[in-house]
């Protein structure tokens, strides 16, 4: 759905659905940001598009899924990891920003410790974030991250979850498929999928007691 600017006070995408607005100006995207109507909607900007959406159900039990057994696995691993699950990320001079799904410091936890708030001109990006892509949309967030510096993207179609590094040469910046984590290298992110498979018939303690035992067995 595509809306004129001045409608932006009265309508916002349903669940499911997204809101695309181009062009659209930075001041656009922060005022929308800080729109208390639009608190739970996320927003991904490139360049002066703009799409907004409204995640479903499902998509929000994935993305906490994943995150849940993320967080498990640094306990059990004795691993630092700084936790910061929807944040906006944004750089105005590069003209990008989104929200991830979930994301986390791993290798940088403590340049971030203690900060409770964070600059990208100064700080580093998240080492890690995680993608639910189960709604298609008409922008390249990965093109936004890469902007951003992200080193590493999880995705999760609803079936495969996809690891990716980001690959810089030149002035090309792109992801690149990779098999183990590199914020965790004992890892395989695949090997998550079989418990990201059992939502549906069982509950989330479950999973994610039988993912701590699994971890717990790993070399």
Same mark, same amino acid.
């Given at each position: 759905?595509?809306?004129?600017?001045?409608?932006?006070?009265?309508?916002?995408?349903?669940?499911?659905?997204?809101?695309?607005?181009?062009?659209?100006?930075?001041e656009l995207y922060e005022r929308l940001l800080n729109h208390a109507d639009?608190? *739970?909607?996320?927003? $991904?900007?490139?360049?002066?598009?703009?799409?907004?959406?409204? !995640?479903?159900? +499902? *998509? @929000?039990?994935?993305?906490? =899924?994943?995150?849940?057994?993320?967080?498990?696995? $640094? @306990?059990?691993?004795?691993? !630092?990891?700084?936790?910061?699950?929807?944040?906006?990320?944004?750089?105005?001079?590069?003209?990008?920003?989104?929200?991830?799904?979930?994301?986390?410091? %791993?290798? *940088?936890?403590?340049?971030?410790?203690?900060? =409770?708030?964070?600059?990208?001109?100064?700080? !580093?990006?998240?080492? =890690?974030?995680?993608?639910?892509?189960?709604? *298609?949309?008409?922008?390249?967030?990965?093109? %936004?991250?890469?902007?951003?510096? %992200?080193?590493? %993207?999880?995705?999760?179609?609803?079936? $495969? =979850?996809?690891? @990716?590094?980001?690959?810089?040469?030149?002035?090309?910046?792109?992801?690149?498929?990779?098999?183990?984590?590199?914020?965790? !290298?004992?890892?395989?992110?695949?090997?998550? @999928?079989?418990? +990201?498979?059992?939502?549906?018939? $069982?509950?989330?303690t479950s999973i994610v007691r039988a993912f701590r035992q699994w971890v717990q067995s790993l070399p």
């Amino acid at each position: 759905m595509t809306v004129a600017t001045e409608q932006l006070d009265w309508v916002r995408p349903e669940p499911g659905e997204h809101l695309v607005i181009e062009p659209a100006s930075w001041e656009l995207y922060e005022r929308l940001l800080n729109h208390a109507d639009w608190q *739970h909607v996320r927003i $991904t900007y490139d360049q002066g598009k703009l799409v907004a959406m409204s !995640p479903l159900l +499902i *998509h @929000e039990r994935w993305k906490k =899924l994943i995150g849940r057994m993320i967080e498990a696995m $640094t @306990e059990e691993r004795n691993i !630092p990891i700084a936790s910061a699950s929807q944040t906006t990320w944004r750089r105005r001079m590069l003209r990008r920003g989104l929200e991830a799904d979930e994301c986390y410091f %791993v290798q *940088h936890e403590s340049r971030i410790r203690g900060k =409770l708030k964070l600059d990208l001109t100064r700080d !580093p990006p998240p080492d =890690l974030a995680v993608e639910i892509d189960y709604t *298609h949309l008409p922008i390249d967030r990965a093109v %936004v991250y890469a902007a951003l510096g %992200v080193p590493e %993207v999880w995705r999760y179609d609803g079936k $495969t =979850l996809r690891a @990716e590094r980001l690959a810089i040469s030149g002035d090309k910046r792109q992801y690149e498929p990779i098999e183990t984590s590199l914020a965790f !290298p004992f890892l395989k992110p695949r090997e998550l @999928e079989r418990f +990201i498979a059992m939502l549906p018939q $069982t509950d989330e303690t479950s999973i994610v007691r039988a993912f701590r035992q699994w971890v717990q067995s790993l070399p």
